[in-house]
Structure formats: structure tokens, C-alpha cells
């Protein structure tokens, strides 16, 4: 298995380079994660906003490097949240391959995308001015680096393709039930994966859900009314609610992944630093 690369148009292409060389137009189709699927007109200050974001983020994240960081946990706002108290929309994975640009070294984030419009999804590898560069709702990253032990046991495996497939299911469900079920959201892929890359032995989603409650993950519980779960089911191929639980979703409460969620969990468990809050620096 092989990630595609997707990208909408590089306006500059010494900035490209510069983020991994991250520009290769690969694939036409569009997707998304954590921001709205309809047509849109970005404008060239919005792309040079998100551009310049993924250029200060980079530099910011080799300072990370050049004090050991090799792996973080890495987050943008792809849309506005906030009336559910979220900060970050979409997570993926961040790791530093040295190897990269005639081995100058390089930052790849492994993740995964809906396909607009579908309730399926793909994983893709790619560079920071992609990852940012879709149209941003606030022009801030949230990153998390994991402990240096579990970092120096995974980095490798991070550039495992079939590997990191193991667990993906196609099957998307923006607020998919973390605990059973037949879907998988972007947020979700990440933590089933880390489970994978940490402990061997879960290398199936049932196995991976129970390292997760083992090491006392916690959910997002979203309050969302029935009429609302309505509209949204109808309107919205990416959008389910029958992997719920019956009682819970009766009362309005849905569980599933959040970045939010995630950040808590990392704390909570151990598993990494404190999340930092990146934004474009002055001279950046």
C-alpha cells in the first residue's frame, strides 16, 4: 500500500521544497477532514496565510528536533468548533525523517482524509504545506510530542506504509463511535494506529479499542438534539449515528475522538509532553 499525495496548486515553489518538497500534485480528487467539503474560492492572501503558517510551524519544529523531538502528534482548526469547546478539528502524525531531501531531513505527517461528498476516506503522507494548506479557520497548530522512549521505538514504523494501514477503515463516520462499530473518523485512525505502533499485539481495531480503554482514553461527549442528528444523516454521506449506543444517542449524547480529547488523554496517560500552541511568527 501507498499513500497518494494531494495537493491543490503550489504558489511557491522554493516554500514547497523548503517543507519536504510536499507539492506533488498527485491526485485531483479532493478531500478533507476537520473543515467543510463545499466549493469554495480560497483566496491568494488566505493561501499565503496558511503557507506562511506551515513555513514558521517547520522552523519551530526543528528547534523541537534539534532538542530530540522525532515524533509529535499534530493538529490544526479547520473549522470553527467552538460552540462544542473545541480548539483543533483534524490530527495527525508528525514525524522528523532525516533521510529526506538528499538527507537535509524533512517533517511527514501521516493522516487520514474523507473524500468530499462520500463516506470514505484514504490516508495520505504528506508535508506541512499540504497539511495546512486546505484553508485554515484559525492559523495555529496544536503539536504534542511523545515521550522520547515511545518516539524512538515508533519513528521507524512511521514510514511503514502497509503497516500504518493495518487499521484503516474506509468506511468514514465524521462522529463514529469509538468503542465498536463499523466506522472510522480521522481522529480516530490516529490513536487506533498509535495503539498498533506502541503495542504490537493490537494489531486489529478490537485489540487496539482495548489498549485504548486500558489506558484510560476518554471521548468528547457532543450534546447534538435529534432533529439536528437528523438533518445532519440526510444531508451528509460522511455523517452517522447508528454505531451510537440506542440510550445514549436517544439522550443527545455522542461520543467520539476529538484533538481536544486526544491532547487530554497524552497528559493524563503519560504519553507526552505538553501540547504547544504554534503560531506564525513575526518574521516567519
Known sequence: MSFPNFSRACLR?????????????????????????????????????????????????????????????????????????????????????????????????????????????????????????????????????LKPAIAARIVYRLKDDRLLGTLHEPRYNMLAYPWSGPYQQSNQWVIETLALLVEPGASNREAARRWLLGHNYRPTTLRIPALTRLGARLSAAHISFDDHPFERRMAGQIDTVTVDSVFAWFDRAGLGEAPLHLRRRPDG
Open 13 to 145: 515553489h522554493a516554500l514547497c521544497a523548503m517543507l519536504a518538497g510536499a507539492c506533488l500534485a498527485l491526485d485531483t480528487g479532493a478531500a478533507a477532514a476537520g473543515q467543510f467539503c463545499e466549493p469554495r474560492k480560497r483566496s491568494l492572501e488566505s493561501i499565503r496565510r496558511d503557507l506562511s503558517l506551515a513555513a514558521s510551524v517547520a522552523q519551530q519544529l526543528d528547534e523541537l528536533a534539534r532538542r530530540g523531538t522525532q515524533v509529535l502528534l499534530i493538529a490544526r482548526s479547520g473549522q470553527d468548533l467552538s460552540d462544542y469547546g473545541l480548539r483543533y478539528s483534524h490530527l495527525g502524525i508528525a514525524y522528523r525523517d532525516e533521510a529526506a531531501l538528499d538527507g537535509r531531513g524533512a517533517w511527514r505527517v501521516v493522516h487520514k482524509l474523507n473524500q468530499c461528498g462520500t463516506d470514505r476516506s484514504m490516508l495520505y503522507r504528506q508535508g506541512l504545506a499540504e497539511f495546512f494548506g486546505d484553508g485554515l479557520h484559525a492559523h495555529e497548530a496544536g503539536v504534542v510530542a
